[in-house]
């Protein structure tokens, strides 16, 4: 990004009602700004998978924390579960066309990690 691309993004920011906690704006920020829903929607990303395919994936999730996580972005209309009807019960996840519109985004901030990650002071 140069400089007048971060200049018109941190003014377009400063006058977002991100900062305004009576507005919806924080509340979706609740929704993707974990590690884990960023890992999930970017492992999503590359097509339809299984909960097992997903916890492979996704070193160190708890079985608990995908599933919590699936839930609520299945619940916030990011992903898309399908139950087939068949013994046992095939589920399968996917990003819907408004979890499509997070991908590109989160891209760019894993990007940025992996480009910091030595940079950066951890505890």
């Not at 916030?76 to 095939?90: A, E, I």
Request: aromatic content about 6%; overall charge neutral.
């Amino acid at each position: 990004m140069n400089t007048q691309t971060n200049q018109q993004a941190r003014a377009y920011l400063a006058d977002a009602k991100v900062f305004d906690t009576t507005c919806a704006a924080p509340q979706v920020l609740e929704h993707i700004a974990s590690k884990w829903v960023i890992l999930i929607i970017y492992a999503l990303s590359q097509g339809t998978k299984r909960y097992s395919q997903l916890q492979q994936q996704i070193k160190g999730v708890s079985p608990k924390m995908l599933i919590q996580n699936l839930r609520k972005l299945e619940a916030c209309g990011l992903v898309q579960r399908v139950v087939h009807p068949v013994v046992p019960p095939q589920v399968d996840y996917s990003l819907t066309p408004l979890g499509e519109t997070l991908v590109d985004p989160l891209a760019a901030i894993c990007e940025w990690a992996i480009n910091h990650v030595h940079e950066l002071n951890s505890d």
